[in-house]
């Protein structure tokens, strides 16, 4: 699985440049901008969901151990 992962990240870094490239063209570096802040703030939100879930997941197991697990995690 772990190379599917690479495998995303590499595309990833391979479609980088021309996309850039691309939207500058057509916009101009305002745009380029503009998408850059969008980005940023849609991976922010979606780091922030995923560590609430991540938290929620991890209450609802620690509710259901025993209070020596809770003490060393």
């Known amino acids: 699985m772990d190379d599917v992962y690479n495998g995303l990240g590499s ?6 440049g021309p996309v850039i490239g691309w939207i500058v063209a057509q916009y101009g570096w305002s745009a380029m901008f503009t998408c850059m802040i969008l980005l940023s ?33």
């Open 41 to 73: 703030i849609l991976g922010a939100i979606a780091s922030f969901r995923a560590a609430r879930y991540q938290r929620t997941i991890k209450l609802s197991s620690a509710s259901s151990s025993s209070s020596l697990n809770l003490i060393i995690s």
């Open 11 to 16: 595309i990833g870094t391979f479609l980088e």
